[in-house]
C-alpha cells in the first residue's frame, strides 16, 4: 500500500498526512472487478506470467489444465503456467494480496498492480491457486472470497505465524515437468469448486467454442508478444486431438495472409492497415478474427476491437464502404508531451488525456489519405466501371430537371444553396452563418476520384484548367440580381454525385435493408442481396435466359432504375438539411436503412419505367419463351 510513498517521496518538512484508508476492500474490488469482461483474466494473468518470464530474460507462458486440482474438485481447473522469476512465499503475500502492490514499475504506462486481483479474483471466488518456485523452493497462496464474511483475500495454509500463515511449502507433486528452478502456476477454482474453468465464462467474446477460445482470445488482445517469450494455449479440450499450440498474436497472422499492408500517419496517431485475401485457411480462420475489424494498437496489445457489424461501420467511416471484409485497421495513438494515452485501470480501453479515442478524428484523416491499395481494392469488389456509368446517366438525365431538384423557397434561394457548395471552406463549415452552406458532405477521396475532369468545386485551385466563371461569392446578390440566370453546370455535375456501388449484404452491413448510406464519403450501398432487389434481377434475367449479353444489358438496366429513388432521396435530402424541422438528427433518420428500404419498396413506377427502358435498349432482341 506504499505506491504513493514508493513514487513521491515525502518533501522533507512537510507536516505528515493521514494517508486515506480503504474501508471496504472486497467492495471496491468487486466494484472494478465489473468494469472487466468476463475473459479478461486471461489478459491479466497472461501478461503477469510474460513479465516474469521477461525478468529472467525469456521462456514459455502455457495455458492448460491442471491435473493435480482437476482430480481433487473432480472438475477441470484451467491454469497459465510460466517458466518466470517466481515468487517466495512472502512475495505472493505482498504482491497478490495488495491492492496496487506490484513487484514491476508502478506508472501509467507501467503496472498499476491491479490488473490479476481485479479481473481474476472476482471471476473466481471459489479461489485462485498461486504456485510458484524460486530457486528451487515452492510456496503457494490460495486467494479466495471468504463465503462466510464475503472478504477477499488469503486463506490459511501454513504453520507460520502473523502473515506467514498464509503461505505454504508446495509438494514436489505440484510442479509441472515445464517448471525446473523458477516458474509460476496459477490455478483458477471459478465460482464454485465444482466449476470447470477450462469452459469458456459466461459473456466472453467468443464463447461458443470451448476448444479454441482461449486461442482466439489470446490472438485478438496481443498484436506481438515480446522478444524470446512464448505464449502456448490448449486446443480441443478432452479430444483426441488435443494439443497445446502456439498463440502468437495478430501481427504474425497478417503478416502470414494479407495481400498489401502499410501505414497512414494520422496527426497524433499511426494507423497500420492491411488486406486480407479473398479466403483464409480454415485452419487459421478458427483462430485469428480473419475478417475487416478496427482496433486500437497500445504497448503491443490490441483494444477496443471492432468486429462483426460494430467493424464493418467502424471501416465505412474509414473511407472503406466496400471490401471492409477484407481490411484490417489498427490505429496506434502516439503518446506526446501534452497528450497522455493510458489505459484506464480495468484495462478495457484506452484514453486519450481522460477521453475515449478519437475514432472520428482518426476516421476523416484516414478518409483523406486513402491508400491506393485499398481504393483498388473497392474497386475491384464493387465493380465500380458500370455504377460510373450509371452515374452519369442519372446526371444527364437529372440535369433536364434540374429545377425540379428544389425544395421549397424561391428559385433564387435554392440557387445560393447551389452556390454555397462553392463557398470557401469557412462558411462551407457553416461557420460564415450560412448554415445551408453545410448541406453537402465535404469533398473527399471516393468523389474526387470519380469527378469528372474539371468538376472539381474546391476552390483551392481557381481556373487552374477550369475555363467556367467564378461563381459569385455572394449568393444573395446573384439570387437577387441574376434570377433568370441558367444554372452553373458544374455546380449541379458536383451536387448530383453520388457513389453508387452494388455489393453483398455482408458488405453492405445493411441486413434485410435495400441500402445503407455512407455520409463520409457520399457513398450509396446497394445491398444486393436484399430480397427486393434480387427478385427483380432474377426475374429480368431470366427472360433472356441463353443470352449472357442481353442478360448482363438487362440487369445493369434493372440497377440503374432501382438505383434511381434512392439517387432522388439522398441527393434531395440536402435541401431539407439546415432548413426548419429538419436537425441532423432527422436528416439520420431521412437516410437510414430502414428509409432506404422503404424509397425501395413501390414497385408499380419502377417496373412501368423498367419495361419502357429494355424496349429502348434490348428492343430488338425477343426475350426467351415467357
Ligand atoms: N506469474 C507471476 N510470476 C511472477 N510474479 C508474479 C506473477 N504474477 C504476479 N506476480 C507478481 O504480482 C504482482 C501483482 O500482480 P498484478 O497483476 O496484481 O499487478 P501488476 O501486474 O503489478 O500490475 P497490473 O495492474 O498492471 O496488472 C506483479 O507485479 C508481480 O510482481
Ligand atoms: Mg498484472
Redesign the pocket.
Known amino acids: 500500500m506504499s505506491a504513493g510513498a514508493k513514487t513521491r517521496p515525502r518533501p522533507r518538512h512537510a507536516a505528515p498526512t493521514l494517508e486515506l484508508k480503504v474501508r471496504n476492500m472486497s467492495f471496491l474490488l468487486e466494484r472494478l472487478g465489473r468494469d472487466c469482461a468476463p475473459d479478461q483474466f486471461v489478459r491479466?494473468?497472461t501478461?503477469?506470467?510474460v513479465?516474469?518470464v521477461q525478468r529472467v530474460g525469456g521462456g514459455i507462458v502455457v495455458w492448460d489444465h491442471e491435473p493435480v486440482h482437476s482430480r481433487r474438485f473432480g472438475a477441470s481447473k484451467l491454469c497459465v503456467m510460466?517458466t518466470?522469476?517466481?515468487?517466495t512465499g512472502p512475495?505472493m503475500v505482498e504482491?497478490?494480496n495488495h491492492l496496487a502492490?506490484?513487484?514491476?514499475v508502478?506508472a501509467d504506462d507501467?503496472?498499476?498492480?491491479?490488473?490479476?486481483?481485479i479481473a481474476a479474483a472476482t471471476r473466481n471466488p471459489a479461489g485462485i491457486v498461486?504456485l510458484?518456485w524460486k530457486r528451487g523452493k515452492g510456496a503457494m497462496v490460495w486467494l479466495w472470497r471468504n463465503p462466510a464474511t464475503g472478504q477477499y483475500g488469503l486463506k490459511p495454509l501454513g504453520r507460520g505465524k502473523g502473515e506467514d500463515a498464509y503461505w505454504a511449502p508446495v509438494p514436489a507433486s505440484l510442479k509441472p515437468a515445464l517448471i525446473g528452478e523458477h516458474g509460476?502456476v496459477?490455478v483458477l477454482l471459478g465460482a464454485t469448486e465444482s466449476e470447470d474453468t477450462t469452459l469458456p465464462p459466461d459473456g466472453a467474446t467468443d464463447d461458443s467454442s470451448r476448444s479454441l477460445w482461449l486461442t482466439r482470445y489470446l490472438n485478438s488482445r496481443f498484436f506481438e508478444l515480446p522478444e524470446g517469450v512464448e505464449l502456448k494455449a490448449r486446443e480441443q479440450w478432452g479430444t483426441p486431438g488435443s494439443r497445446v499450440r502456439p498463440a502468437r498474436g495478430m501481427k504474425h497472422f497478417l503478416d502470414l495472409v494479407s495481400h498489401a499492408g502499410g501505414r497512414v500517419r494520422l496527426p497524433d496517431a499511426t494507423a497500420h492497415w492491411w488486406i486480407l485475401p479473398e479466403e483464409v485457411p480454415q485452419e487459421l480462420a478458427d483462430r485469428y478474427p480473419s475478417s475487416g475489424h478496427v482496433g486500437a494498437l497500445f504497448q503491443g496489445e490490441l483494444y477496443e476491437l471492432y468486429t462483426g457489424r460494430a467493424g464493418t461501420a467502424k471501416l465505412q467511416g474509414f473511407g472503406i464502404a466496400v471490401g471492409h471484409q477484407r481490411v484490417v485497421l489498427y490505429v496506434e495513438p502516439r503518446a506526446m508531451r501534452r497528450r497522455r494515452v493510458v489505459p484506464n485501470t480495468a484495462?478495457t480501453a484506452l484514453l486519450v488525456n481522460g477521453r475515449p479515442l478519437p475514432w472520428d478524428e482518426w476516421a476523416e484523416r484516414f478518409r483523406e489519405n486513402l491508400p491506393a491499395e485499398i481504393l483498388a481494392l473497392m474497386e475491384e469488389v464493387a465493380d465500380a466501371r458500370s455504377a460510373r456509368d450509371r452515374t452519369e446517366s442519372f446526371k444527364q438525365r437529372m440535369k433536364g430537371l434540374a429545377n425540379l431538384l428544389f425544395i421549397g423557397g424561391s428559385g433564387g434561394e435554392n440557387l445560393r444553396r447551389l452556390f454555397a457548395l462553392e463557398a470557401p471552406p469557412q462558411s462551407r463549415n457553416g461557420k460564415g452563418g450560412d448554415d445551408v452552406a453545410a448541406t453537402l458532405p465535404a469533398p473527399d477521396p471516393a468523389a474526387e476520384r470519380s469527378r469528372a475532369p474539371g468538376a472539381d468545386a474546391d476552390s483551392r485551385s481557381p481556373g487552374a484548367d477550369d475555363a467556367r466563371p467564378e461563381p459569385p461569392r455572394d449568393g444573395r446578390k446573384r439570387g437577387e440580381s441574376d434570377r433568370e440566370a441558367p444554372l452553373p453546370e458544374l455546380d449541379l455535375d458536383r451536387l448530383l454525385e453520388l457513389e453508387v456501388v452494388w455489393v453483398t449484404e455482408a458488405e453492405c452491413g445493411a441486413v434485410e435493408r435495400a441500402a445503407r448510406y455512407i455520409p463520409e464519403t457520399n457513398t450509396l450501398l446497394m445491398n444486393r442481396d436484399f430480397r427486393v432487389f434480387a427478385g427483380y434481377i432474377e426475374r429480368w434475367r431470366e427472360k433472356y435466359a441463353g443470352n449472357p449479353a442481353a442478360q448482363r444489358e438487362v440487369e445493369d438496366l434493372v440497377r440503374e432504375w432501382l438505383e434511381q429513388p434512392l439517387r432522388e432521396l439522398v441527393i434531395r435530402s440536402h435541401f431539407l438539411r439546415g432548413t426548419p424541422g429538419w436537425s441532423d438528427e432527422h436528416i439520420r433518420a431521412l437516410l437510414s436503412d430502414e428509409s432506404l428500404t422503404a424509397v425501395s419498396l413501390p414497385c408499380y413506377l419502377t417496373e412501368m419505367r423498367l419495361r419502357a427502358a429494355v424496349a429502348q435498349r434490348l428492343g430488338k432482341l425477343r426475350p426467351a419463351a415467357a
Open positions: 491479466e494473468l501478461v503477469n506470467a513479465q516474469a510460466d518466470g522469476v517466481g515468487m512475495e504482491y497478490i502492490s506490484s513487484g514491476g508502478q507501467g503496472n498499476f498492480g491491479v490488473g490479476a486481483k498461486y510458484s509460476t496459477v484495462r
